[in-house]
């Protein structure tokens, strides 16, 4: 389901410690809330959009419910801290645009009538897991599961730091690709962020490539 796999894009990462409180429960259902319906409103809309916007309106989306070097250091786990703050920073903004470049071309069709539905959040000690269930609107749609799960920055900030559609998750499947390849490199990030240079070109001329039979 295209709108499940495009809300996979829309995971950040906040690092939280302590127990959750009842107000982390209400803050981390509020914020699940929120990404949906930003998400749905933007490309379920039943508006379609060239590429170029669409990949603007998308990078816009991301930054606005991600931090770039939080999500990073999800991902590349303890390889994260042995980066130099530059290298930080270049990797951060080249997953930005692998994250646009991989999503957009999910978002050719026009689609409206989805609707959605945020469960009550569970309390897991240093996070809250919210359930959530996303229908298309077609005859005999049923509803997909969408799990995720949200951390809190020391100062309180909620963040989602996993979300698991179709037994999927997100982080988990990044780390392992990204690891492998830092594992294999001895570490060092130029082979990492090559790659990842290499996959954004491929996608990118994919997404601009004539759809078949138009």
Do not use: C
């Amino acid at each position: 389901m295209k709108i499940v796999r495009t809300l996979l894009a829309l995971v950040i990462m906040a690092v939280g410690a302590g127990s959750a409180k009842a107000a982390d429960v209400v803050a981390a259902q509020t914020l699940v809330q929120s990404a949906l319906e930003e998400g749905v409103g933007t490309f379920a809309s039943g508006r379609t959009y060239p590429l170029d916007e669409r990949s603007r309106l998308l990078e816009a989306l991301l930054r606005h419910h991600t931090e770039p070097s939080l999500l990073s250091a999800a991902v590349l786990g303890r390889f994260w801290g042995k980066l130099a703050p530059e290298e930080q920073a270049a990797f951060s903004e080249r997953l930005l645009q692998f994250l646009v470049s991989s999503y957009v071309g999910m978002l050719t069709e026009a689609e409206s009538g989805i609707t959605f539905r945020v469960g009550e959040g569970e309390d897991l000690g240093n996070r809250v897991r919210v359930p959530a269930e996303v229908t298309r609107s077609v005859p005999g749609a049923l509803p997909s599961p969408v799990g995720w799960e949200v951390a809190f920055t020391p100062d309180g900030r909620p963040g989602i730091v996993d979300l698991t559609a179709d037994g999927v998750s997100l982080i988990r499947a990044m780390r392992e690709d990204f690891g492998s390849v830092l594992r294999a490199s001895g570490g060092k990030i130029e082979p990492l962020m090559e790659a990842l240079q290499r996959k954004i070109d491929a996608n990118n001329k994919a997404n601009a490539a004539p759809i078949s039979g138009n």
